[in-house]
T-cell receptor, first 110, second 112 residues
Framework: QKEVEQDPGPLSVPEGAIVSLNCTYS??????FMWYRQYSRKGPELLMY????GNKEDGRFTAQVDKSSKYISLFIRDSQPSDSATYLC??????????FGKGNQVVVIP | NAGVTQTPKFQVLKTGQSMTLQCAQD?????MYWYRQDPGMGLRLIYY???????DKGEVPNGYNVSRLNKREFSLRLESAAPSQTSVYFC???????????FGPGTRLTVT
């Protein structure tokens, strides 16, 4: 099973706010998780990559995996208008394949 | 580097027509993928190719065929287009399966 469920959007926040995005996944055997960012009318690009449980930080972005609850989270601190995009959670489920969530559209209002 | 390129960028087809979407990557990646993206459905894998000479079905392969022409190129063919195939199609590539997938800019296809 490869389902990954992503919270419904869109999400509008004022500039400077913290953005919190979440996904749940179904198979506890999988350990590689990714967040992709997709700007309007562009292809997705990798934002964060995490393995197993715990947190990973990259500048204003933090990715968190909670394996006990099968939860993946992305936090964006001090959000900027340039963060306005759709964010896709994904995980690797074997045989060279990734499963993607449906995506969360985020709008950061100046 | 161009990365992953796709042609055409836009296409309108009538029901029953055929066409081939082209994809090429210049990163010497082994694996290549075709996805479709529909509103409310997310990205769904159509076909993938783990290496030159091999192809495998993904989640939604019906109505499509693929060809891994060489290491650089991976094409997607619609033999008889249907309105249900109206979508944005993305090609992607990766060096090895667990690493980042690099996506092309997409092809917006409308079937009337």
């Amino acid at each position: 099973q490869k389902e990954v469920e992503q919270d419904p959007g869109p999400l509008s926040v004022p500039e400077g706010a913290i953005v919190s995005l979440n996904c749940t996944y179904s198979n506890s055997a999988f350990q590689y998780f990714m967040w992709y960012r997709q700007y309007s009318r562009k292809g997705p690009e990798l934002l964060m990559y995490t393995y197993s449980s715990g947190n990973k930080e990259d500048g204003r972005f933090t990715a968190q995996v909670d394996k006990s609850s099968k939860y993946i989270s992305l936090f964006i601190r001090d959000s900027q208008p340039s963060d306005s995009a759709t964010y896709l959670c994904s995980y690797y489920y074997g045989n060279n394949r990734l499963a993607f969530g449906k995506g969360n559209q985020v709008v950061v209002i100046p | 580097n161009a990365g992953v390129t796709q042609t055409p960028k836009f296409q309108v087809l009538k029901t029953g027509q055929s066409m081939t979407l082209q994809c090429a990557q210049d990163m010497n990646h082994n694996s290549m993928y075709w996805y479709r993206q529909d509103p409310g459905m997310g990205l769904r894998l159509i076909y993938y190719s783990a290496s030159e000479g091999t192809t495998d079905k993904g989640e939604v392969p019906n109505g499509y065929n693929v060809s891994r022409l060489n290491k650089r190129e991976f094409s997607l063919r619609l033999e008889s287009a249907a309105p249900s195939q109206t979508s944005v199609y993305f090609c992607a590539s990766s060096e090895v399966s667990l690493e980042e997938q690099y996506f092309g800019p997409g092809t917006r296809l409308t079937v009337t």
